[in-house]
């Protein structure tokens, strides 16, 4: 959900911004870096395209696998992801808001 809908591509920039700057921190070729980065923030979101609601079952399946997704899943959890994304929501949700309130005085 985006409070701003045709705003909603700014989540999934941010996470491909984040993934090409660890890659490019590594030395990785920026072409490759952004086949990577378009293969996992583009073409694996089809994977819930239609089926959304599965995501927390996939998420699960990935983590039961115990692989190099799963390390980074943990990871990025335990560093908040869940809690950074809940934030920018509210804080999108509040200025949502506060910009009806402000148009509704006029």
Known sequence: MSPCPRCAGGYPALLAQAMLGFLAERGVAPDVA???VE????ASARLLEGRVA???AL????IAYRG????GLEAAEAAGFTAAVKAGLAAATAKAAEMREAARQG
């Open 34 to 36: 952004a086949r990577a």
């Open 39 to 42: 293969a996992v923030v583009c």
């Open 54 to 56: 599965g995501a927390p």
């Open 59 to 62: 998420v699960q399946t990935f």
């Open 68 to 71: 190099t997704t799963c390390a």
